[in-house]
């Protein structure tokens, strides 16, 4: 019977969910033939939006007025939390003699997505309250900018005192464990005293005791001993003595 081959089960394959875009910005205004705004996506911050300037004539047709990149830099959005900044856009528009410049829309698309989404610009009444607004979000933006920097300033200085603290803390080890080391050597050296005064004490008894023999002895040997052999006799018993009295000495004090 022929083998036959049992083909292996294939795992289904599943589909990668993939985030919808969130995309945010505005057309801020058109002047001297140049237009502002920006545009980036929450969902996928790191891309740069593709943005399509576009208009629709009086006559119905619609124009192409040209592209950008939403790339360049701009610190208002830095500071708004968009991002790493880079998504406000502009560029030059050729604009029509009978072209209405209030009617320049811009077409975002997103390329992770690919949704598109169009801004208009704003209307007069929403260009009216910017205006009334805008000295009084500017002076919070610099209060909140200069609160940022007054955190940064105390979280150096907090950072300053916790390493002064440590360097304090390492010294005073130190100093301790110095201080214990000086404090185990004099205890050492106060015993050794003691040992030595006593041993010195000892000696002088012992001395004491020596002279008294001696001079017991010497009256003793000038009573027996002749007139012509007693100075030599005694001293050798003296040099003897003397020698025998350095070794005690030496043995006491050195040992």
Known sequence: MPDTAIPEPVAPEIATEVAPSVIEGRVDAIQAGRIYGWAWDRSYPNDRLEVEFRAETLDGRGL????????????????????????????????????????????????????????????AEEKLLERTLAPHLMRIGDGVEAARRDNQRIVATQQGIARLLRDLQERVGAEQAGNAASAAQQAAHAETLVELKERIAGLEVFLVRMDTTMRGFDTALKGKATQSTAPIIAAGIGAAVGALVAAIIGRLIFH
């Open 64 to 123: 192409v007025l040209g592209r950008a990149l939403a790339d360049r830099p701009r610190e208002d959005l830095v500071g708004g939390g968009f991002g790493d900044g880079h998504h406000a856009f502009e560029a030059d528009l050729v604009l029509p003699s009978d072209l209405d410049p209030t009617r320049v829309v811009a077409v975002i698309h997103a390329p992770s997505t690919g949704t598109i989404t169009t801004f208009v610009q704003p209307s």
